[in-house]
């Protein structure tokens, strides 16, 4: 098992790495000018913009030992099952516990899985600080939510028209 695991570390380092750069290079010099990308980073939409001069940058590619990943992915399930056996006790950041799980088995941006909350725009948010007696509807609104059990749509109607008004 050492020595096939050897062989494939050394096709990997002496073959694949260098597959990977020569297209990368290749790709980067059919490209030009800006390109904005939009990624998930912190479960926050951000733009990137990739010019020439990241395009030509030197890059160094890495490669990661295959048994370390494994190991580092055995250990994730290990912690994991722990964990499983303390969240009835233990109050636990689930989302967080799942981000951790996720990167450690090598998945990419896993905060794309999980529910984007509603952010409110920021001239809504300025609009509502002017206005005290709005954040005091919105809270009566809140309260008022979380007082009555749930009822049938044509109730939640009638109340959504009387706070409209």
Known sequence: MTRLSMIIDNINQNLIIPMVKNVAEMIANFQFGEEQLYINKN????????????????????????????????????????????????PLNVQEVFT??????????????????????????????????IQQMIANYEQLKDNQPQQPLQNQTNQQEIIQQ
């Open 43 to 90: 479960n926050q939409e951000e733009t990137i913009t990739i010019d020439d001069k990241v395009r030509q940058a030197d890059y160094r590619y890495t490669y990661s030992d295959r048994t370390a990943t494994v190991e580092r992915s055995n250990k994730a399930d290990m912690t994991v099952q722990a964990l499983q056996q303390f969240v009835q006790f233990i």
């Open 100 to 133: 951790w799980y996720m990167e450690q088995k090598g998945v990419d941006n896993p905060e794309r899985f999980l529910q984007q909350q509603a952010q409110i725009p920021q001239e809504i948010q300025d609009y509502l600080l002017q206005y005290p007696e």
